[in-house]
């Protein structure tokens, strides 16, 4: 699987507005404009069409390198399924190159003295570096589509409402599963959003149960072969391909086409 990647912001410009707006008030003979961080730039496409995006370069040597910015909405996105894949990867091929066989069964990575076998540790590694980034993923596009001017009105358990404008939805006012179930079906003027979904909802807390847990992993324990044991062991057990489906589908329920998915490698 492979997230496409758009630019953000990314604007079309129609041919009438370019030769009208652009061409006459662009400089030229310039061989060597001067750049900065803030940039914008007009692109022609290979189809012919043309977009207005913001452009960060990035500075290599005496090289500077422009494109247009990418959405980090999608690169979250695409490193979580990028990170999950090479631990498939992992699993179905490096564990077999590298076990030892001892039974019809059973197989041991080894390790050399006061370490982990590289595959092994690897495998855990791009599995929990999914889940994180798949989180933030999701947390960044629920940010990304709820509107600015959009006000939550949350009811009191004593009465009357709270109302929370957009700096304090993105706050740690609002739980990330608050958002979830209720601003977001709210805010997109969906109030029955989730109905028939409920399997898409329960994945994502899971995936955010399993991602809270990791990030603040809990040291009190009866001894050290329990200390993060309990919670990596869990981790390795959750279906880390169905919460990446459930947030896409999710993702492209909320805002049509977010998420374009291909095949290629």
Not at 42 to 65: A, M, T, W
Not at 159 to 183: A, C, H, P, R, Y
Not at 185 to 190: C, E, G, I, R
Not at 238 to 245: K, L, M, R, V
């Amino acid at each position: 699987m492979k997230i496409k990647v758009p630019p953000y912001p990314n604007y079309k410009i129609t041919n009438e507005a370019f030769d009208r707006d652009v061409i006459p008030n662009s400089l030229s003979n310039v061989t060597n404009p001067p750049l900065s961080g803030h940039l914008i730039m007009i692109l022609e496409h290979k189809d012919g069409s043309k977009s207005f995006n913001r452009v960060r370069p990035i500075q290599v040597d005496k090289r500077k390198y422009i494109s247009p910015f990418p959405n980090p909405v999608h690169l979250y996105l695409s490193l979580a399924v990028e990170h999950f894949e090479v631990s498939e990867t992992i699993k179905s091929t490096n564990f077999p190159e590298c076990g030892k066989q001892y039974t019809d069964e059973l197989f041991l990575l080894d390790a050399d003295p006061g370490s982990t076998h590289e595959c092994f540790s690897k495998y855990f590694k791009y599995r929990m570096g999914s889940i994180v980034l798949l989180v933030s993923a999701l947390e960044a596009f629920m940010n990304h589509v709820i509107p600015n001017t959009y006000v939550y009105k949350r009811e009191r358990k004593q009465g009357g409402f709270d109302e929370l404008n957009k700096e304090q939805i993105e706050s740690t006012k609002v739980s990330f599963k608050e958002k979830l179930e209720s601003v977001i079906p709210l805010a997109l003027s969906k109030p029955e959003f989730w109905e028939e979904k409920e399997s898409f909802l329960n994945t994502i807390l899971e995936l955010y149960h399993h991602r809270t847990g990791l990030i603040h992993l809990k040291t009190n324990a009866e001894s050290d072969l329990d200390r993060y044991f309990v919670q990596i062991d869990k981790m390795l057990d959750f279906n880390i391909g169905s919460a990446i489906n459930s947030s896409i589908a999710f993702m492209n329920e909320a805002k049509p086409d977010f998420v374009k998915v291909t095949q290629e490698s």
